[in-house]
């Protein structure tokens, strides 16, 4: 029964929810970040998010111990998100980690495709994409004024002078623009070959199919191109 | 009613003695990869000589080489305050050190793992284990230039250690790369390089900033993600603390001011800082920028962070907007040792990608700011004309 009054996802079958809490569970950190809690609170207030959201860390390592799985499912959907994933909390007198707890949550949302998970990262896929893809999570070319208004007009200088601001750079690794830095495309490849070895593109498919599609054709296609045999490269890591 | 008497009140940080009274509560991770190599699971790439022995925060000493050194980028710093990884590659050639800057190198990929979760402990074993395992082949050692990067690959050191399903699956793919399971014995922060050299640094010295008054932010993924290799040292904040930048500023000869929310995060929050900028913008702002300048008035922060120099430094710019009390110039440790070392504030620091005003600062460091932007203009004027095609290491410095 979940803590909260008015309590969401009350429609979603109850097997379903415990069967999420049961891969929380089942990771092979999990052993390793939980060990309870003693309602300290020192997380909650070494925590960025819990100042400016309603967001606790000390109500999922709560809700963790007492195994409330309605409450695990409310959180796994909504406050999930708002961690800064700072590992501030690390302060935790039990040795309790609840970012990391985090982080698997997160790991199973988008394993299972969760709608909330989805949308938490719609405006975030083209960086997924970069990743993925390059070897490099920003780019100088994303530095522009109309995806940063709040850093005002200096990105708009950037944005202006970047071809030659860029080559006015002494690394020679440093002359790119729509790279943090030249990866060679060997190197890339070996990156994606990577994400299909472990199963990482089965996570995007769950997540942004349209992403999953434009990664798949423009990086087999190099991959081809290179004279690699895609049957090589499926998926070695066993559920 | 209990009263309280002077000598029954709690010491003062500076006050209090540290004194270590038990052995660590960790296990030695590297005693713990040499059994595994022992064993034939793992191979462990050594950290190279010359290095300097730093103590740790459980009192463990830790190995940081001077050279020899591969540096494994940050996507943040090369890609949007690029002044950033010039000042590090700058501070090696001007110790005529030898080092790598590889091509064959990727990005860690946690900022997008800490931001979306769309990875998993295999994925990122491999990807570190890949880099490792190229950095060996290139005949280096691993230096890490970004904050999360060493701290996820000390997440992923402890899920190897652990986890022999995980080695196994992390041998599995790197094998169909044709690469080995390889681990660096040390994970190695540039800023610890920093920190070690900083008495070299000291003496090649040629700008004064004794009159700077200066506050550090500490990265959270620097000494709150796996805590026990951060540097600490008893005499600077009794050992409370870690002593990576704050011993650079009190080498140098800055004022080191304290501020109350020293152990708050940056504000960056990996997810927020793309697609969620209120939330780093207040934190940033209120918690870190407000109450530095509340409390010690610093004429500069330093931090030793991709993230945390973009969002202190970017986040202002709105809240100035606001009418709020903001304006302090943000870098890095790499910049600030390059400056006080002569280096160029705009060719190799680079500090046109910074957002606030500089102007004020580089005049306090006895540096002329139009001389010296004019200086740059005409290296950009040659590019823009054909002379050259790119900036060199010598055009930088003459």
Redesign the interface.
């Known amino acids: 029964m979940s803590i909260y009054k008015d309590a969401k996802y009350m429609d979603v079958p109850f097997e379903e929810k415990q069967k999420l809490f049961d891969q929380v569970k089942g990771d092979?950190?999990w052993d390793?970040i939980f060990n309870g809690c003693y309602e300290c609170g020192i997380c909650v207030a070494?925590c960025?998010?819990a100042?400016?959201?309603d967001f606790s860390p000390r109500v999922f390592v709560q809700t963790l111990e007492r195994e409330d799985i309605d409450t695990f499912y409310e959180l796994m959907n909504d406050s999930v998100?708002d961690c800064?994933?700072?590992?501030?909390c690390?302060?935790c007198p039990r040795e309790s980690n609840p970012g990391?707890l985090i982080?698997v949550m997160?790991?199973v949302?988008?394993n299972n495709g969760l709608n909330s998970?989805k949308e938490?990262?719609k405006?975030?896929s083209r960086?997924?994409y970069k990743?993925?893809s390059t070897?490099?999570?920003?780019?100088?070319d994303?530095?522009q004024p109309d995806a940063?208004p709040?850093?005002?007009p200096?990105v708009k200088?950037?944005s202006d002078?970047l071809e030659?601001?860029?080559?006015?750079?002494?690394?020679?690794?440093?002359?790119t623009v729509e790279l943090?830095?030249?990866?060679?495309v060997?190197?890339?490849l070996?990156?994606f070959?990577?994400?299909k070895?472990?199963?990482?593109l089965e996570?995007?498919e769950n997540?942004d199919e349209g992403i999953f599609m434009i990664l798949e054709e423009v990086m087999e296609e190099l991959l081809e191109e290179h004279g690699y045999d895609l049957d090589?490269?499926e998926n070695?890591?066993e559920d | 009613m209990p009263t309280t008497t002077a000598s029954s009140l709690p010491l003062k940080a500076e006050d209090r003695k540290f004194e270590r009274n038990s052995p660590p509560p960790t296990e030695d991770y590297r005693e713990q990869l040499f059994e595994l190599e022992a064993k034939g699971e793992i191979e462990i790439i050594r950290v190279p000589e010359p290095y300097i022995e730093v103590e740790t925060k459980y009192g463990r000493k830790k190995k940081i080489p001077l050279e020899h050194t591969w540096h494994h980028?940050?996507?943040?710093?090369?890609?949007?305050i690029?002044g950033y990884?010039?000042a590090i590659?700058?501070l090696n050639r001007q110790f005529g050190f030898d080092y790598h800057?590889?091509?064959?190198?990727?990005?860690c990929?946690a900022?997008?793992?800490?931001?979306?979760?769309?990875?998993?402990?295999?994925?990122q074993a491999?990807?570190a284990v890949?880099n490792f395992a190229?950095a060996q082949i290139d005949g280096y050692f691993p230096v890490i230039h970004c904050g999360t990067s060493y701290?996820h690959y000390k997440?992923v050191r402890?899920?190897l250690i652990?986890?022999a399903?995980?080695r196994k699956?992390v041998r599995?793919?790197l094998a169909?790369?044709g690469k080995k399971l390889v681990f660096p014995e040390e994970i190695v922060h540039y800023s610890e390089w920093v920190h070690v050299m900083r008495h070299e640094i000291k003496k090649r010295q040629t700008r004064d900033f004794s009159n700077l008054t200066i506050t550090v932010h500490p990265a959270?993924?620097y000494h709150?993600?796996v805590?026990e290799d951060a540097i600490y040292d008893k005499d600077l904040y009794n050992g409370q603390r870690t002593a990576i930048v704050s011993g650079l500023v009190k080498t140098i000869g800055s004022k080191l001011a304290d501020y109350s929310t020293w152990?708050?995060?940056c504000?960056?929050?990996?997810?927020?800082i793309?697609?969620s900028?209120d939330?780093s913008?207040?934190?940033a702002t209120m918690?870190k920028i407000e109450v530095m300048i509340e409390e010690a008035n610093p004429d500069l922060t330093l931090t030793h962070d991709t993230g945390c120099v973009t969002t202190l430094d970017?986040s202002q710019?709105?809240a100035k907007?606001h009418g709020k009390k903001v304006g302090i110039p943000v870098m890095s440790d790499a910049q600030y040792a390059a400056l006080a070392m002569g280096a160029h504030p705009f060719?190799?620091c680079?500090l046109?990608?910074h957002?606030m005003e500089i102007r004020t600062i580089l005049e306090k460091m006895g540096i002329d700011y139009d001389k010296a932007w004019s200086e740059?203009e005409h290296?950009?004027d040659r590019?823009?004309s054909g002379e050259i095609?790119?900036?060199?290491?010598e055009?930088?410095d003459a």
């Open positions: 092979m950190r390793h070494a960025p998010s100042r400016f959201y998100w800064s994933q700072c590992f501030s690390t302060r990391a982080t997160r790991e949302a988008v998970a938490a990262l405006a975030y960086i997924i990743i993925m070897g490099t999570q920003v780019a100088p994303m530095l940063f709040d850093w005002g200096h200088e950037i002078n030659y601001w860029r080559r006015a750079l002494p690394p020679e690794t440093l002359h943090a830095w030249d990866v060679s060997e190197t890339r070996e990156l070959m990577i994400w070895l472990t199963g990482n996570m995007i997540i090589d490269y070695v890591i | 980028k940050s996507c943040g710093q090369c890609g949007h690029p990884s010039t590659f700058w800057d590889p091509r064959d190198q990727t990005s990929t900022w997008n793992y800490y931001a979306s979760a769309t990875s998993n402990p295999a994925a491999a990807v890949r190229q701290g997440e402890a899920e652990y986890s399903e995980l699956q599995a793919v169909r790369l959270c993924h709150k993600l805590v152990h708050d995060c504000g960056f929050g990996f997810r927020h793309l697609v900028r939330f913008r207040s934190f918690r970017q710019f709105a907007a060719k190799v680079q046109h990608w957002n740059f290296q950009v590019i823009k095609d790119y900036l060199s290491w055009d930088a």
